[in-house]
């Protein structure tokens, strides 16, 4: 009986450390490494499932889903998070927000929002960069703005004073990354407003509706696939230029990917991931059809430090929720 398991066992082994290993792999090496990712939380719930159960069965075999969950810990503190909130006085509060070009509907209560919203720095991606919006957002002036990109869909505005500006992408792409340095007391502050390439997929019929999804699976795997290799030569782009900068940095926007891929570990192997140092529960920022991903974040590194962050999910004029982030720089 012991040796007829060892096989599955050690199958079943081989399979985790493979799939764990995919987010090492690039899309633009391998191109279905983005595909193979999407098991890793699978595996992570089979593996803990595997060792409860030996666990009251009082099997030695609990050391192998033990130790799968251990090499998969850095997965399991990218999906929940149970940090507590830090206070300090020198702090300043940062918002990104999708706004899907405010066609969702109340669009009057959404500019209301997020005007009304006091946070000393505010990043919008799907910006609608009319001047009338400008204006509401920026509050006669009382914030200073910088709204470009395709479309005027970026916008960074800030109660700070910007010192430096710039778009990464001038031709016509609704997926592009602008940057302000910002003058904080004595500091300066680079902040990168991203919103790297989307899947373009039709959720409601190439995902969920079984017979739209066999019909268009191809399609949808084709979408998938050249996203995931656009979004590593944009992540590329990003951490070069990020390379040359000397200030404190935050990056942060609507990412497009989830935190068990390889364009979502290049940047956290660079910089500390707000939800994981100072969030708490799961995070999910999507308000999709499918509810349960996390795809917006922030980023930050040296001297700054996270003492929160939060996903406001009762705020639900967008396809996402907005998140919040309190930081302090240190000396």
């Known amino acids: 009986m012991k040796s007829i398991l060892k096989l599955p066992i050690l199958i079943w082994c081989l399979v985790t450390v493979i799939v764990y290993g995919s987010v090492w792999v690039s899309p633009e090496f391998f ?3 983005g595909l193979v990712s999407l098991g890793i939380p699978i595996l992570l719930v ?3 499932v595997f060792f409860v159960a030996m666990l009251l069965l009082k099997s030695k075999r609990a050391i192998v889903p033990a130790i799968l969950l251990l090499i998969g810990l850095p997965f399991i503190k990218s999906t929940i998070s149970f940090s ?3 206070e300090s006085p020198a702090s300043f509060q940062i918002m990104s927000y999708n706004l899907m070009r405010m066609n969702k509907g109340k669009q009057k209560e959404m500019l209301q929002w997020i005007a009304s919203n006091p946070s000393d720095i505010k990043i919008f991606q799907e910006f609608l960069g009319t001047r009338d919006v400008i204006k509401a957002v ?3 002036g009382k914030y200073n703005s910088f709204v470009g990109g395709y479309g005027n869909s970026y916008a960074i505005f800030s109660k700070y004073p910007m010192v430096n500006k710039g778009v990464f992408y001038e031709e016509k792409t609704t ?3 602008i940057f302000a340095d910002l003058k904080i007391g004595k500091d300066t502050l680079r ?5 790297l390439e989307s899947m373009n997929i039709n959720v409601e019929q190439e995902v969920i509706d079984k017979k739209e999804f066999e019909r268009k699976f191809e399609t949808a795997r084709r979408k998938f696939l050249r996203g995931s290799v656009q979004r590593t030569a944009q992540i590329k782009d990003l951490l070069a230029h990020a390379k040359e900068c000397s200030h404190p940095i935050l990056i942060l926007g609507d990412f497009n990917d989830i935190p068990y891929s390889y364009n979502y570990f290049q940047i956290s192997r660079k910089y500390n991931n707000a939800f994981e140092k100072a969030g708490r529960g799961f995070g999910f920022t999507y308000n999709g059809k499918l509810p349960f991903l996390r795809i917006d974040n922030q980023f930050y ?3 700054l430090k996270a003492l929160n962050f939060t996903t406001l999910n009762t705020v639900d004029y967008s396809d996402h ?3 919040v982030g309190i930081y302090s720089i240190s000396h």
Not at 191 to 195: A, E, F, L, P, Q
């Open 31 to 33: 191109r279905y490494s």
């Open 46 to 48: 089979l593996n803990f």
């Open 84 to 86: 507590s909130a830090q």
């Open 138 to 140: 920026s509050e006669n």
């Open 175 to 177: 997926n592009n990354i």
């Open 191 to 195: 902040v990168y407003n991203v919103h």
């Open 301 to 303: 590194n040296s001297p």
């Open 321 to 323: 929720f907005p998140v």
